[in-house]
């Protein structure tokens, strides 16, 4: 991470004033960065609120993250960023349990098993772990195990993520295991993937140590502790916004809330940012959107923006369930349940239904700090879901995933019985996630609209869009912008 300016870096001159169009967090570090360093900033969110999908909701009288609840640790940025923030005693690691995969065995039969310990993305960094035997079968595992006898050329040239895995360990690792963890960290499919986005430096470990198990075991080092990639917050990690907000606000930032931006523009020396109300000036501009708005803005100044058409993301459903539910104190799947496309597409429930859901948290048996404030017998479950979701009695309005089909994707993924009168309360969000930056053909037109972008005096681009997946590197992409500029 990359502290505020310190005094050893030159100051802008004073009465330099920047606005900052996004609140989410791209959004909030990046004015973090330049307020720091003596900049006038104003905020312009469109919402009503800031953090975007680092924000709270209320269930069963509990205020549990609405969206974002977890944090890669592979670096020490979002951990720094808290403590400068007063949030330091509050980082927490998640239950050592571990997740489990729902998956489709052999013979079509649903199984359910923990997950592998030492994989990157579903790609095993070790063929020996028993489990595998149970998730790919006896052929599906002499397959994987050619991977170590493979020439060390077979799959380096592969365009996707699921052509090099398929091409070195076969198809059973592609659909049992890494389709639904990618499908859980990205949204997509592997086949939308580029691997060494994905997985920076993948090629260059396979060539270096001849297999891609060897090479994933290389890459994820000593990290074979299950839940130990990522990290929290006691009490949930939208705090981050919050406390992001109060010291902006300390430090003289305007927040402009309900605001929309529909024009930007450039004269002279000074940008133009055209809002409903009014035009604002300011000798500095971060574009800290989501996709689709930071497209439609940049488009008239960039021919490179065009490039990413809609820009849109998936749309993805939570639903959040509180449930009074004893059962659930041994915590039968760890900390949750990651599910194999193959699985929603073939398999029954007891109900008649197929398995929507495409992972399930059990955000209690998962972090510790909540199953202490709740006890015993009452538990947090988050169910996710790709919309549009088409079928009937399974969707309420707008296909959204209904109540009763979360009771009965929870109930077969945990292994027991939820009924309607076991729950305390519930919620479904739907957000739209982030355009993946490792997807195909994406690193070319993000490094062509990054260059662009640095030929034109004093404008930033940011977000998860162009930062890559998850909050780590989206506050590091943001603090390199907004310094950059100054």
């Known amino acids: 991470m990359t502290e505020p300016m310190s005094v050893d870096k030159p100051l802008p001159e004073p009465g330099t004033t920047a606005i900052v169009v996004g609140g989410g967090m791209a959004g909030l570090v990046a004015a973090r960065e330049l307020a720091h360093a003596g900049v006038s900033v104003t905020v312009i969110e469109a919402s009503a609120h800031i953090g975007g999908a680092v924000a709270p909701h209320e269930v069963g009288g509990l205020v549990l993250d609405a969206g974002a609840e977890s944090y890669a640790t592979r670096t020490p940025v979002f951990a720094r960023l808290a403590e400068a923030l007063g949030l330091g005693e509050q980082l927490v690691e998640p239950s050592a349990a571990g997740a489990w995969l729902h998956f489709l065995d052999g013979r079509g039969q649903p199984k359910s098993t923990p997950l592998p310990k030492g994989a990157l993305l579903g790609i095993p960094g070790s063929l020996d772990e028993p489990v595998l035997r149970e998730i790919l079968g006896r052929t599906g595992l002499l397959r994987a195990k050619l991977d170590v006898n493979l020439p060390r050329g077979v799959g380096a040239k592969a365009r996707s993520l699921a052509d090099l895995v398929r091409a070195r360990m076969g198809q059973a690792v592609l659909d049992r295991l890494v389709a639904p963890v990618v499908g859980g960290v990205y949204s997509v499919s592997p086949e939308d993937l580029d691997p060494e986005e994905a997985i920076p430096g993948l090629r260059a470990a396979i060539a270096e140590h001849g297999s891609l198990s060897a090479a994933i075991a290389a890459l994820r080092g000593k990290a074979t502790k299950p839940g130990s990639a990522v990290g929290g917050l006691r009490g949930g990690v939208f705090q981050i916004a919050r406390a992001l907000r109060t010291e902006l606000e300390e430090l003289g930032v305007t927040l402009l809330l309900d605001t929309s931006v529909q024009t930007l523009k450039r004269t002279g020396t000074a940008w133009h940012v055209g809002t409903p109300a009014a035009q604002l000036e300011a000798q500095r501009v971060v574009v800290a959107t989501e996709a689709h708005g930071a497209v439609e803005l940049l488009a008239p100044l960039l021919d490179e923006a065009s490039a990413f058409g809609e820009a849109f993301g998936a749309e993805i459903s939570l639903v959040t369930l509180v449930v009074d539910l004893p059962e659930l104190d041994a915590a039968p799947r760890g900390t949750g349940v990651l599910v194999a496309p193959q699985v929603s597409a073939a398999h029954p429930t007891a109900e008649g239904q197929v398995v929507r859901a495409k992972a399930l948290t059990h955000a209690t048996a998962k972090w510790p700090w909540l199953a202490d404030e709740e006890g015993p017998g009452t538990h947090v479950l988050r169910l996710s879901y790709a919309l549009p979701l088409v079928g009937g009695a399974e969707t309420a309005d707008g296909g959204q ?31 739209r996630s982030a355009l993946s930056a490792a997807g195909l053909g994406q690193k070319a037109k993000i490094a062509a609209l990054r260059a662009a ?9 940011t977000g998860a869009w162009l930062a890559g997946n998850g909050m780590a590197a989206v506050i590091a992409d943001a603090q390199a912008q907004a310094q950059r500029i100054l």
């Open 401 to 431: 995933p209904s109540l009763e089909l979360a009771l009965a994707d929870a109930s077969a993924l945990l292994g027991l019985t939820i009924r309607a009168e076991d729950v305390v309360d519930s919620d479904v969000l739907t957000w």
């Open 453 to 461: 972008v640095e030929q034109i005096d004093g404008l930033a681009v």
